[in-house]
């Protein structure tokens, strides 16, 4: 069994930034790729961006593209997802997760608890 621990959230103002981190806890480990969703009050949870762990490569939602950047460091077994620009409807619990290198949250094997982000306008 695999925890992984989230932490950066918090209240920003519309334009700021945050930069979320997730790791596991108590252990290392090298999955297939990590990936950051997000869930706002009343919607479902969305894909929001992944990485895979060896190569790097990454894919991002288009409602975050050229705003959000995820990226891992290998060496301290965290991912890390840098929010600049950031929006009021990106106000949402935002979790990491690890599995493989899908869009779809229903294939990811292992959930941090969350991580509020709130973005006033």
């Known amino acids: 069994q695999v925890q992984l621990v989230e932490s950066g959230g918090g209240l920003v103002q519309a334009g700021g930034s945050l930069r979320l981190s997730c790791a596991p806890s108590g252990r290392t480990f090298s999955p297939p790729a990590m990936g950051w969703f997000r869930q706002a009050p009343g919607k479902e949870r969305e894909f929001v961006a992944v990485i895979r762990w060896n190569a790097g490569s990454t894919h991002y939602a288009d409602s975050v593209k050229g705003r959000f950047t995820i990226s891992r460091d290998t060496t301290k077994n965290t991912v890390y997802l840098q929010m600049n620009s950031l929006k009021p409807e990106d106000t949402a619990v935002y979790y990491c997760?690890?599995?493989?290198?899908?869009?779809?949250?229903?294939?990811?094997?292992?959930w941090g608890q969350g991580t509020q982000v709130t973005v006033s306008s």
């Open positions: 997760a690890s599995g493989p290198p899908t869009t779809r949250p229903s294939e990811y094997d292992y």
